[in-house]
């Protein structure tokens, strides 16, 4: 991978800066405290950690396979030992069981290994509510490359009020040139990037939706 040093040891990129800085401020207001929390792919644990530091009464913590599960608990139990609030557990994105107050990640996008690079984000907006309590917390962050306007449109569509927590612009990362599938999708969308100084910028948008009660009505 791109941004790992061995296969199973997954740097903090922009990304999850991004999503790092805008756990900070909702830790500022407690925002984690006593919640059952849901954390997709763990990696580095930069989140965990972050997440534990508030006290949530449980973080479940999910990675796709045993040696990067093994790195992500290795990272936790550094900091805090075997902290008895949080679960490590190997699962494919949303297949977990329990309901929770939170469901947060950052998830694959670039090298998402399928054709619709969306695939993690869509299956977050269509199928959180299944582990997400009523007026529980999506959060996740994205790329405006990703476009954001789609995701604003499908989580409305799909039961969540939406909200941008912070966003914060990076130039593109030279990887990004080799592959051109992802060239070519971005050329269709000129929206998803802008040009300062010659270079090519993307916008990375820690995004919130909470998801709102419903029930299906039926009129006699
Ligand atoms: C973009 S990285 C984020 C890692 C870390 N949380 C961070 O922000 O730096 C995505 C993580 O999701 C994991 N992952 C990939 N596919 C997954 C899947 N189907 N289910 C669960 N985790 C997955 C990867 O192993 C990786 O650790």
Redesign the pocket.
Known sequence: MINTTDSNT?K??N??GV?SNAIIDLQKNNFFEGKKVLE?????A??TKLILENNPSLLVT???DRE?LEVTKQAVEERFGKAQNCEFII???LNVDGIFDVVI????YFVSGKYNRRY?IDQLILNSFNRLAPGGHLLFVQSSMADISLTKKRMEENGYDFEILSQQSFQWRDYYFLDTAFLQMCDNNPGSYFIKDDKRWEILYAVQGKLRSFSTQISH
Not at 40 to 44: A, I, R, S
Not at 105 to 108: A, D, G, L, Q, S
Request: hydrophobic residues 30%.
């Open positions: 997954w903090e990129t990304h999850g999503m997709l792919g763990g990696g580095c930069n989140h999910t990675e796709i990067r699962a494919d994105w990640t950052n998830p694959p993690f």
